[in-house]
């Protein structure tokens, strides 16, 4: 079942990138997040929530990676992570969630989402949830890396 996500958000996450910003993210393998830190500088969470499972996403991408997708995707030279970043950081975490969401949806999941929040700084800390662990999906662009952080509630993905 883990995989079934793991893919469903992966696929996804690399629709939206090559699709809006033409950007051709490569995926690192998956492993269990072994810090709160958030590995970012920019960060979009979205909640995800179902009768049968709950959760949360995760997206979060350097500065240089984030200026990037910015300067494509807004067709304007961008130098700072400001309020138009961020906004752009939620939508891509909404448009990445939305995405994923249609593939489970086709497995029989029905998650309604929540609105974006978005993290600014890496020295934050994302708290998913104390009692489960956390999937990190590593991606690798030409401008950098960033971080895709899955998590579901321990008894919900078996």
Same mark, same amino acid.
């Given at each position: 079942?883990?995989?079934? &996500?793991?893919?469903?958000?992966?696929?996804?996450?690399?629709?939206?990138?090559?699709?809006?910003?033409?950007?051709?993210?490569? %995926?690192?393998?998956? +492993?269990?997040?072994? +810090?709160?830190?958030?590995?970012?500088?920019?960060?979009?969470i979205i909640g995800l929530v179902s009768k049968q499972k709950s959760g949360s996403l995760a997206i979060s991408f350097t500065k240089p990676v984030a200026l990037e997708i910015a300067r494509r995707m807004l067709r304007m030279e961008i130098n700072t992570i400001d309020e138009m970043v961020r906004d752009l950081v939620?939508?891509?975490?909404?448009?990445?969630?939305?995405?994923?969401?249609?593939?489970?949806?086709?497995?029989? @999941?029905? &998650?309604?989402? %929540? $609105?974006? =929040?978005?993290?600014?700084?890496?020295?934050?800390?994302?708290?998913?949830?104390?009692?489960? =662990? %956390?999937?990190?999906?590593? &991606?690798? %662009?030409? =401008?950098?890396? $960033? $971080?895709?952080?899955? @998590? &579901?509630?321990?008894?919900?993905?078996?």
């Amino acid at each position: 079942m883990q995989d079934q &996500f793991i893919n469903s958000i992966q696929e996804s996450i690399i629709n939206v990138l090559v699709t809006m910003a033409d950007m051709q993210p490569e %995926t690192g393998k998956p +492993s269990v997040k072994t +810090s709160k830190k958030i590995p970012g500088d920019v960060t979009g969470i979205i909640g995800l929530v179902s009768k049968q499972k709950s959760g949360s996403l995760a997206i979060s991408f350097t500065k240089p990676v984030a200026l990037e997708i910015a300067r494509r995707m807004l067709r304007m030279e961008i130098n700072t992570i400001d309020e138009m970043v961020r906004d752009l950081v939620g939508e891509i975490a909404n448009m990445m969630a939305g995405g994923a969401k249609a593939k489970l949806q086709e497995e029989g @999941y029905d &998650f309604e989402l %929540t $609105f974006p =929040s978005v993290i600014v700084e890496s020295e934050n800390d994302i708290i998913h949830n104390n009692s489960a =662990s %956390t999937i990190i999906l590593p &991606f690798e %662009t030409d =401008s950098g890396e $960033f $971080f895709v952080e899955l @998590y &579901f509630k321990e008894d919900s993905l078996n």
